[in-house]
């Protein structure tokens, strides 16, 4: 772990030398979307939106609240599992080769050692980058068991990043808010800049039991 840790904390620092970013005014953190305990009408009524198959990780009421902090214009997208662990193995470059192809979005889903459930939406398909890339349409989520979302502060534009062995999204001060390994097994969040959120698992380390990979089209 110790060679794992030194991985992911080198790299921002090489990034942010090659990228000039603009100190922006921190952004306010997305206001907490709560769940009520017992069943309540919502202020709007959330659509479930179509999926080609069933979710090993999220639940129909997990579904229809993310589906409210999605963005406008994937409203009525339907969902296609493009990569899962399950089918498709423990390995970031098989994600890589399932998102051939596709532009995005990208909704990451997974859970952990612990149960938690955590990820990330991202404006563009995954793929190997020299640089980060993305849109503030792109944010971090945790079931802390209620659903939180973090959203872009404006502060850098450090969205996503993908390398051989790591695939990494919001960045600032040498640390991710999320991280996950070549193998998809382990990983790491940190607060940071890009997202201003929490560390969306239990632990900043954590193994990863299940992984989805939704393409929004």
Not at 20 to 39: D, M, T, Y
Not at 50 to 74: D, N, T, Y
Not at 131 to 136: A, H, K, L, V
Request: proline letters at 6%.
């Amino acid at each position: 772990m110790k060679g794992l840790r030194w991985r992911y904390t080198r790299l921002p620092s090489q990034v942010e030398d090659t990228l000039s970013g603009e100190k922006g005014e921190e952004g306010e953190e997305e206001e907490e979307k709560e769940a009520a305990p017992a069943p309540a009408p919502a202020p709007e009524d959330p659509v479930e939106p179509p999926l080609a198959e069933a979710s090993q990780v999220l639940g129909a009421s997990e579904i229809r609240q993310l589906s409210l902090h999605l963005p406008p214009r994937v409203t009525g997208y339907s969902w296609s599992l493009a990569f899962c662990t399950a089918r498709d193995g423990f390995s970031l470059q098989s994600l890589y080769r399932q998102m051939e192809g596709h532009s995005g979005p990208v909704l990451l889903v997974l859970k952990d050692q612990d149960g938690q459930i955590f990820g990330a939406f991202s404006s563009s398909a995954f793929r190997l980058s020299k640089g980060f890339y993305g849109t503030g349409e792109t944010f971090l989520f945790s079931f802390s068991p209620q659903l939180k979302v973090f959203k872009w502060t404006g502060s850098n534009s450090f969205f996503v990043k993908g390398d051989l062995d790591s695939l990494m999204m919001g960045s600032g001060s040498g640390q991710f808010g999320l991280w996950l390994d070549g193998d998809l097994y382990h990983g790491g969040s940190h607060p940071c800049a890009t997202f201003n959120n929490e560390v969306l698992a239990r632990q900043e380390q954590f193994c990863v039991k299940e992984l989805e990979a939704w393409v929004l089209s």
